[in-house]
């Protein structure tokens, strides 16, 4: 297996699985989040995490374009820019929006994956503005499907917290 079609298939699973999870939810759900702890996002702002983190970052990778102001350095944001805490965060407005931006981000990691060589994908270099060490482009791709199943797990579990029937099954997108 190449580098395009490892990372065409583990998006393709991962998207179609939090989809999934997705529609389980409901636009009374948004402003909910675990009651102990600290810097939790609401329902929300998770879906609203979900929708770019993927596409967004695979554009970044591969472009170079962050989605930030031209005036704006990303490699020279603070941490708390780059990650505010969970209240500065922005939330979706409605389960319809969620899953449309899921939709769009979607494509864009498609899109941006389609234009990517074999060759750039497993030799060129690749820096993440929060994170210098030196890493091929395809393994970078790879990280940002694994930070859109982590989140998509993070979601499986706010569902189960609030109550909704989901399961392995429904995590896995069966």
């Known amino acids: 297996m190449n580098w395009t079609e490892l990372l065409k298939s583990e998006l393709e699973s991962a998207y179609s699985a939090t989809e999934k999870l997705v529609s389980k939810a409901n636009d009374q759900m948004?402003?909910?989040?675990?009651?102990?702890?600290?810097?939790?996002?609401?329902?929300?702002?998770?879906?609203?995490?979900?929708?770019?983190?993927?596409?967004?970052?695979?554009?970044?990778?591969?472009?170079?374009?962050?989605?930030?102001?031209?005036?704006?350095?990303?490699?020279?944001?603070?941490?708390?820019?780059?990650?505010?805490?969970?209240?500065?965060?922005?939330?979706?407005?409605?389960?319809?929006?969620?899953?449309?931006?899921?939709?769009?981000?979607?494509?864009?990691?498609?899109?941006?994956?389609?234009?990517?060589?074999?060759?750039?994908?497993?030799?060129?270099?690749?820096?993440?503005?929060?994170d210098p060490t030196p890493m091929i482009l395809g393994r970078r791709l790879l990280q940002m499907t694994d930070h859109l199943k982590a989140h998509k797990g993070q979601l499986f579990y706010y569902l189960k917290l609030q109550g909704k029937p989901v399961n392995t099954a429904d995590y896995w997108g069966m």
Do not use: Y
């Open 30 to 130: 948004l402003g909910w989040k675990p009651s102990t702890g600290a810097n939790w996002m609401t329902t929300g702002q998770l879906l609203k995490h979900l929708s770019s983190s993927c596409g967004a970052t695979f554009k970044g990778f591969v472009t170079g374009d962050w989605g930030m102001p031209k005036d704006v350095d990303p490699s020279k944001l603070t941490p708390e820019e780059m990650l505010p805490p969970a209240e500065k965060m922005p939330s979706v407005t409605s389960i319809a929006e969620a899953e449309k931006l899921l939709r769009e981000d979607k494509k864009t990691a498609l899109e941006t994956l389609a234009k990517c060589s074999e060759l750039d994908l497993s030799q060129k270099p690749a820096a993440a503005p929060w």
